[in-house]
């Protein structure tokens, strides 16, 4: 695995964390970008969850289990779909959905996999800290110790996908101060 993050803990296959993997400065332009967005409430089978949110390219409706076609990608979220692309060694069309999402403090993100459309995630945290958690999706493979535990810096990309992304699920423990992330998903 090609990561970055000192005393790495055992990650499943398929899942990549880099640190400090966006500047200062990129960091700074992409607030900027998430400020000027209307954001949501995210709504996930009628729960009203403490995150806003707004998407793009592609959406998710968790009520009809549907994908439909949604709004362009605003352009200060280019140079970051083609810098994450480039990484990854992929061409950067292939990210259909872009997710922006606010946390206020002490809000989570519950245990879960990504909706079912979707294959490669790849995750860039904004403004703050967050601990992530994985865990085995089969709930007879799940025990304290098989949980991965880790923080996740600010500026930051995590990326899910093979066994990592169809085999464990995901979580965040409440953010202690407000937090951002841009999420870019590949369909499957």
Known sequence: MDSLFPDEPQFPE?????PHFIT?????????VI??????TFLFHGYEAKRRVASYGYDYHFTSRSITKGQPVPPGFH???????AHLRLAPEVFQEVLATE????????????APPFGLIAGISLASDCVFRLRPYDKSKQSRSATVSFPVQRRSLYVMQGPARDEWEHSIRPVKQTRYSVTLRTLR
């Open 14 to 18: 398929g899942f990549s964390y880099f």
């Open 24 to 32: 200062p400065g990129e960091e700074e332009a992409l607030c900027k």
């Open 35 to 40: 400020a000027g967005l209307q954001l949501g």
């Open 79 to 85: 140079f970051l779909i083609e810098k994450v692309a």
């Open 103 to 114: 946390y206020p403090v002490g809000s989570v993100i519950n245990w879960h996999r990504d």
